[in-house]
């Protein structure tokens, strides 16, 4: 694996640090499984699909699984991380560079990121709070990841034309 660039650690740092005020500042809370719901797969999903994989992974697994720390759901720090950065790494490498990237591309990237954090969190539900309450919760994960992609995909093509031009 090549090392990171200068622009690949700060955007990582910057992203990973919005993840986790987004997650935090918009957390409302799921009875059932001691879950939330947020606003951070917004950032995780505009990471991905901005910066690719990598940056992609490392902000919205550290970023979002930081928010649990924070916030005392410390039984979720691990799942967090390892299924937002699958999220993001997923969501960056299917849409793949920028050159020559279509809508259509970026939906099915979006679309892959999505099922993959909604079935990361379904499993692990399942295994703790049982096949009921992980039902419960499904909805809202699925409902997070339409907002994140009707907030990621827009910011994601704007933020990327903003930067080629730096």
């Known amino acids: 694996m090549a090392s990171l660039n ?20 918009f957390a409302f809370p799921i009875p059932a499984t001691s879950g939330y719901f947020n606003l951070g797969d917004a950032i995780v999903m505009t990471t991905a699909l901005t910066f690719g994989p990598i940056v992609g992974a490392l902000a919205g697994g550290l970023g979002s699984g930081l928010a649990d720390l924070l916030g005392g759901w410390y039984n979720w720090v691990i799942f967090t991380a ?4 699958i999220e993001g790494y997923v969501a960056g490498k299917l849409a793949g560079p920028s050159e020559g990237r279509t809508l259509q591309k970026t939906i099915i990237a979006w679309v892959a990121g999505g099922a993959c954090m909604v079935g990361g969190y ?45």
Do not use: C, H, W
């Not at 622009?7 to 990582?12: L, N």
């Not at 919760?137 to 034309?161: H, R, T, W, Y």
């Open 82 to 85: 390892v299924i937002k950065g």
């Open 6 to 25: 200068t622009r690949q650690i700060a955007a990582i740092g910057v992203m990973g640090a919005l993840a986790t005020i987004a997650t935090m500042l």
């Open 122 to 166: 379904f499993i692990v539900q399942v295994f703790m709070y049982g096949f009921a309450a992980a039902m419960v919760e499904a909805p809202f994960n699925m409902i997070q990841m339409l907002v994140a992609g009707v907030v990621g995909i827009p910011v994601s093509i704007a933020l990327k034309d903003r930067l080629n031009m730096i």
